[in-house]
């Protein structure tokens, strides 16, 4: 079996991005994808800020799969049907990032019936549980798209088998075929929106020893007497009625060493995309890396400067280009050049001096990530 997502649109699986398609979707539930005219376009560009490109074609013919596969929308005698997800997430009490991933992992499947080749008697294949299960059983040890493939998709699970069954897989010769690669790559992109997934330097992390919360909150949904017409079976997939209760997980992430108020208040902060910034995992990584502990910026060594730290590291890390920058895809284009060092109140500076200069552009966002970096060495500079 080939695993299968839609590739190339990265930016469009943001949860951000898919609540503001939601309320697009939903506001045009019904309408005729049958005409000349491009109902979705305007609307689409308008409230997402994204292109949907090219302009000659009409957006159903090539977005249809991003809202299938993000479980917003599917059509039936031509007419936009929005689901019932779409609609929670475009009103005024929608799901949380982790709940609206925790359902997707636990319904998105195989056969797909927004996919061709839907068939309701094959066997069911959950690609997100049975990479999640994959996870737990490495422990700390992260996962590469080449372990995907060489130990899950090449032991045929199926994301049904118990947790232990994982940590027995042999390494298998299964290689990528055609756009597959592309295809699952970006599978693990989306899954490291997940408060307790992180997908760094081209590796899928687990970023808790909560293994009971994650497996109680991503248990695949088993239908029996599936539907045998694929937009009844989709629109089944993506209903919130029969639906277990939502679990936001209130994990614990490895190694963090401060208070329970602070990581209530590094949660609060996933909304606006800072939440990674602060991963033990994703620290822990940049300075095994890089051991020498100074400020990138004022160049403080803070054993030196304050002699009680002994080896102790106050230093944050701060990315060049900001995660809230319309440019980021939620982290996915981090690299370690992106990341510096930097002493905390360095790292106030820095983005204060973002703000002003901006602001004196008449900007509201980087528009490259040269110029961010540009503008990152001029505060260094200026640093008195």
Same mark, same amino acid.
């Given at each position: 079996?080939?695993?299968?997502?839609?590739?190339?649109?990265?930016?469009?699986?943001?949860?951000?991005?898919?609540?503001?398609?939601?309320?697009?979707?939903?506001?045009? #539930?019904?309408?005729?994808?049958?005409?000349? #005219?491009?109902?979705?376009?305007?609307?689409?560009? /308008?409230?997402?800020?994204?292109?949907?490109?090219?302009?000659?074609?009409?957006?159903?013919?090539?977005?249809?799969?991003?809202?299938?596969?993000?479980?917003?929308?599917?059509?039936?005698?031509?007419?936009?049907?929005?689901?019932?997800?779409?609609?929670?997430?475009?009103?005024?009490?929608?799901?949380?990032?982790?709940?609206?991933?925790?359902?997707?992992?636990?319904?998105?499947?195989?056969?797909?019936?927004?996919?061709?080749?839907?068939?309701?008697?094959?066997?069911?294949?959950?690609?997100?549980?049975?990479?999640?299960?994959?996870?737990?059983?490495?422990?700390?040890?992260?996962?590469?798209?080449?372990?995907?493939?060489?130990?899950?998709?090449?032991?045929?699970?199926?994301?049904?088998?118990?947790?232990?069954?994982?940590?027995?897989?042999?390494?298998?010769?299964?290689?990528?075929?055609?756009?597959?690669?592309?295809?699952?790559?970006?599978?693990?992109?989306?899954?490291?929106?997940?408060?307790?997934?992180?997908?760094?330097?081209?590796?899928?992390?687990?970023?808790?020893?909560?293994?009971?919360?994650?497996?109680?909150?991503?248990?695949?949904?088993?239908?029996?007497?599936?539907?045998?017409?694929?937009?009844?079976?989709?629109?089944?997939?993506?209903?919130? /009625?029969?639906?277990?209760?939502?679990?936001?997980?209130?994990?614990?992430?490895?190694?963090?060493?401060?208070?329970?108020?602070?990581?209530?208040?590094?949660?609060?902060?996933?909304?606006?995309?800072?939440?990674?910034?602060?991963?033990?995992?994703?620290?822990?990584?940049?300075?095994?890396?890089?051991?020498?502990?100074?400020?990138?910026?004022?160049?403080?060594?803070?054993?030196?400067?304050?002699?009680?730290?002994?080896?102790?590291?106050?230093?944050?890390?701060?990315?060049?280009?900001?995660?809230?920058?319309?440019?980021?895809?939620?982290?996915?284009?981090?690299?370690?050049?992106?990341?510096?060092?930097?002493?905390?109140?360095?790292?106030?500076?820095?983005?204060?001096?973002?703000?002003?200069?901006?602001?004196?552009?008449?900007?509201?966002?980087?528009?490259?990530?040269?110029?961010?970096?540009?503008?990152?060495?001029?505060?260094?500079?200026?640093?008195?």
């Amino acid at each position: 079996m080939r695993w299968r997502w839609d590739q190339g649109r990265l930016a469009y699986f943001q949860f951000r991005n898919i609540c503001s398609i939601a309320k697009v979707l939903r506001s045009l #539930d019904g309408i005729d994808l049958g005409t000349k #005219d491009d109902f979705l376009r305007q609307p689409l560009e /308008k409230n997402t800020g994204l292109p949907f490109a090219p302009a000659h074609y009409k957006v159903w013919r090539n977005y249809s799969r991003v809202f299938q596969c993000a479980m917003l929308a599917t059509s039936f005698e031509q007419r936009l049907i929005a689901t019932e997800l779409c609609n929670n997430l475009a009103g005024n009490n929608p799901l949380s990032p982790d709940e609206y991933l925790n359902f997707v992992f636990s319904r998105f499947q195989y056969p797909y019936p927004a996919f061709e080749g839907y068939n309701p008697e094959a066997g069911q294949v959950f690609p997100f549980a049975a990479i999640l299960k994959f996870l737990i059983a490495r422990g700390e040890r992260p996962v590469s798209l080449e372990d995907v493939f060489s130990y899950v998709i090449g032991n045929e699970c199926t994301g049904l088998e118990e947790p232990s069954y994982y940590r027995g897989l042999q390494k298998t010769s299964r290689a990528p075929m055609g756009d597959e690669e592309r295809q699952v790559r970006e599978m693990l992109v989306f899954m490291g929106q997940a408060s307790y997934v992180r997908w760094f330097d081209r590796n899928l992390y687990l970023d808790t020893s909560d293994y009971d919360a994650v497996l109680s909150a991503t248990v695949p949904w088993i239908a029996l007497n599936r539907e045998k017409e694929p937009n009844k079976e989709f629109l089944r997939l993506a209903s919130l /009625k029969n639906c277990p209760e939502m679990q936001n997980l209130d994990i614990r992430l490895r190694d963090r060493a401060v208070s329970e108020f602070a990581v209530k208040e590094g949660r609060k902060a996933f909304a606006s995309h800072q939440k990674i910034e602060r991963s033990p995992l994703l620290r822990s990584h940049f300075f095994r890396l890089h051991p020498v502990f100074a400020c990138d910026a004022c160049g403080m060594r803070p054993a030196e400067k304050y002699p009680w730290l002994f080896d102790a590291n106050i230093l944050e890390l701060h990315h060049i280009l900001p995660l809230s920058a319309t440019l980021n895809s939620n982290g996915t284009t981090t690299t370690l050049d992106d990341l510096k060092p930097l002493c905390p109140t360095c790292h106030r500076s820095i983005h204060i001096f973002y703000k002003n200069k901006l602001a004196a552009w008449s900007m509201a966002d980087f528009s490259s990530r040269r110029m961010a970096h540009d503008v990152y060495e001029l505060a260094k500079r200026e640093i008195v």
